[in-house]
């Protein structure tokens, strides 16, 4: 279960920044830039797609808190 949706908005510490994000159903909202990522495969079923505002494609893997990702290294979920 983790973080996932037992609070809707979520605070992200990244290698490089702090922010607040939001994720329903296929969509992901960060509340810091208003931009939105789609995030395909369910939550805590293994890895999932995301595709981010850019268009760039990455693969994204969550253990507990802790958020994988080829572009933004690791992630912790608060």
Not at 15 to 23: I, M, P
Not at 60 to 76: A, K
Request: proline letters at 3%.
């Amino acid at each position: 279960m983790g973080t996932h949706m037992k609070n809707p908005i979520r605070t992200i510490l990244g290698r490089s920044d702090v922010h607040l994000e939001r994720e329903h159903g296929q969509v992901r909202w960060d509340t810091k830039t208003g931009k939105t990522s789609m995030v395909f495969g369910e939550h805590g079923k293994g890895a999932r797609m995301v595709t981010r505002p850019n268009g760039k494609s990455v693969i994204e893997q969550q253990y507990g808190n802790l958020r994988f990702s080829s572009d933004r290294g690791t992630e912790t979920l608060l």
